[in-house]
């Protein structure tokens, strides 16, 4: 899956609370320093070499503490998610700013958040449709949500400009088929090839209603914690990263199951 968090801020803020929960475990073990050193019993230098002993004999605690808040934040964040995505149903499976490919009115939805230039999006395109193929009451829902920089916002206006002519399907799926770095030339060639009216395609893209439609998949995204693409929402399971037939088709049954 492609991320646009960067490494370097994850790293600085892993280390931070490692320096943060080695202070609170030495305080856990030595009591609150405050009052040790107003009792007489150590100096300030004393207090600080004990509490310097205590991290080096036992450095695996700190990595314990590290894990277990790590896992305190994922299971936060995953209800977080859920919450959002009960709150923001509509948005997600609904918004008629979205297209829709499979049937239109099919009993399941599967909504997939994705980046025309992401290598993991283009591998997930023909497992996709071969869901689509193998499911008659399977509905899809496309999220453009262009990370990946310039090229990718154009590819995207460019896209849902395309749903106004009414060829966003054969458009999206062109683009893919481009196997190539998915640019503003490649976008506009694809364009004329699959009969888009070029003027009006650049026209429609500068609608406020286009780029708000981004704006609003990028916001349903940080609340769904997705943080790269490919993202699929089916039901109320939230998949981050590209997947295969079998699990996909998985996720795809466990929502048909869910009582309606």
């Known amino acids: 899956m492609i991320h646009k968090s960067k490494s370097l801020s994850r790293a600085t803020g892993k280390m931070a609370r490692v320096l943060m929960l080695a202070c609170a475990t030495a305080w856990l073990a030595l009591g609150p320093p405050g009052q040790a050193i107003a009792a007489g019993e150590m100096s300030q230098d004393q207090f600080d070499q004990r509490i310097h002993d205590y991290i080096l004999a036992h450095p695996e605690i700190i990595m314990e503490a590290l894990q277990s808040l790590d896992a305190r934040q994922r299971e936060a964040a995953a209800k977080e998610a859920k919450a959002a995505l009960a709150a923001k149903a509509d948005e997600i499976f609904r ?153 996909m088709k998985k996720l795809i049954e466990q929502a048909r199951a869910v009582p309606k």
Not at 101 to 129: K, L
Request: proline share 7%; aromatic share 8%; with cysteine.
């Open 95 to 247: 918004d008629p700013a979205s297209p829709v490919g499979g049937n239109a009115s099919g009993d399941v939805t599967m909504a997939e958040f994705f980046d025309y230039n992401c290598p993991y999006c283009r591998q997930v395109v023909p497992i996709m449709a071969q869901a689509v193929a193998d499911d008659p009451q399977l509905r899809i829902v496309y999220k453009e949500f262009p990370i990946l920089g310039p090229d990718s916002m154009f590819a995207a206006k460019a896209a849902l400009a395309a749903q106004r002519q009414d060829k966003y399907a054969e458009f999206h799926k062109a683009l893919y088929d481009a196997r190539t770095r998915v640019t503003e030339a490649v976008v506009l060639k694809v364009a004329t090839e699959v009969g888009l009216d070029i003027p009006r395609l650049k026209t429609d893209m500068q609608l406020p209603e286009i780029q708000a439609a981004i704006e609003k998949n990028t916001q349903l995204a940080q609340a769904l914690g997705i943080t790269g693409t490919p993202g699929f929402v089916v039901g109320d399971q939230i998949f981050p990263g590209a997947t295969d037939l079998a699990t």
